[in-house]
């Protein structure tokens, strides 16, 4: 039996995003069948990257329920930051694929046809990725998920692609204005590069071991001391694995303090930095205030 309360909630939503874009993309192949519009085909690729998130989103989730292991003493969360690197090359090469299409229609545009199957099945899509935010955020809202917020921040964007592949397919179908098909696919080329390239700086943060940002760094240090008897913080380190964080911090208390009260001080301020990062996991070391250390320090 799993330990965690919203572990079904978590899969649940995993599931959900890849039925559906698993869904799209059979429509989407279809309607590009029977229109031959470029923007739809744009669309297609867009829906690809969404099962290719979706399978990596849920493969995140379930590892980041299985706890470390006697060799994984860290987890398993950098499988997710690994597979994202792999994503992305079938990415880049799906996005250029698609400009050089794209380009080739603006060289030699075509008239769309049977435009109302393309807005219909836009218009589908449209309606379940809303349906699909929406359900995101209130997960999020109810487990706090890193990775079902980065996966929700996707779809909010093909909100807009869609109605930009509706707006296209108007002016196309029924306007004549047959550039605005070729136009519309190469904006959203461009926009399925610009999510690869967040999945990369994103995949390599994590291998990396970066930093989480200054901001979060602020905020333990301020916790830390927001503690009476806590004199100083130094040498605060983090990073990130998945869905999981590690913070790692001296603090210094003072030297007259016993073993037993230094513990406690310590178990109260890991105990605040847990409130205000579910899931991390946090190890404090406690300095005697004033002591001159030779530990290596990278803060500025």
């Known amino acids: 039996m799993e330990n965690n309360p919203n572990a079904r909630l978590l899969r649940l939503a995993t599931y959900a995003a890849v039925a559906v874009a698993g869904f799209l993309i059979l429509a989407k192949l279809a309607a590009w069948f029977l229109t031959d519009s470029v923007a739809i085909l744009s669309s297609?690729?867009?829906s690809v990257l969404d099962v290719g998130a979706s399978l990596v989103n849920m493969y995140a989730v379930a590892h980041a329920l299985v706890p470390a292991d006697q060799e994984h003493r860290f987890g398993h969360g950098k499988a997710e930051a690994l597979a994202g690197l792999a994503q992305t090359a079938f990415i880049s090469g799906s996005a250029l694929f698609l400009l050089?299409?794209?380009?080739?229609?603006?060289?030699d545009p075509r008239p769309i046809m049977r435009d109302e199957i393309g807005i219909a099945v836009m218009v589908l899509s449209l309606v379940l990725t809303i349906a699909v935010v929406l359900f995101q955020r209130y997960v999020v809202k109810r487990t706090n998920s890193v990775a079902i917020a980065a996966d929700s921040v996707h779809y909010r964007g093909d909100i807009l692609a869609n109605v930009g592949i509706i707006a296209a397919l108007i002016l196309a179908g029924r306007?004549?204005?047959i550039y605005a098909d070729a136009i519309i696919a190469m904006v959203v080329a461009g926009y399925i590069l610009f999510g690869a390239w967040g999945i990369i700086q994103g995949a390599l943060d994590q291998l990396m071991d970066r930093e989480l940002p200054e901001d979060q760094r602020d905020r333990i240090?301020?916790?830390a001391l927001a503690q009476d008897q806590v004199v100083d913080v130094h040498d605060i380190r983090t990073r990130s694995s998945g869905t999981h964080s590690f913070i790692q911090l001296h603090m210094e208390l003072d030297g007259e303090l016993t073993l037993l009260k230094s513990h406690a001080i310590a178990d109260e301020v890991e105990a605040e930095i847990c409130r205000a990062f579910p899931g991390a996991e946090v190890l404090i070391h406690q300095?005697?205030?004033g002591l001159e250390e030779l530990h290596p320090s990278f803060e500025p």
Not at 100 to 107: D, K, Y
Request: charged residues 30%.
């Open 44 to 46: 297609l690729m867009d």
């Open 100 to 107: 050089a299409e794209a380009a080739q229609r603006l060289i």
């Open 175 to 177: 306007y004549g204005w």
């Open 221 to 223: 240090r301020d916790i």
């Open 287 to 289: 300095d005697p205030a």
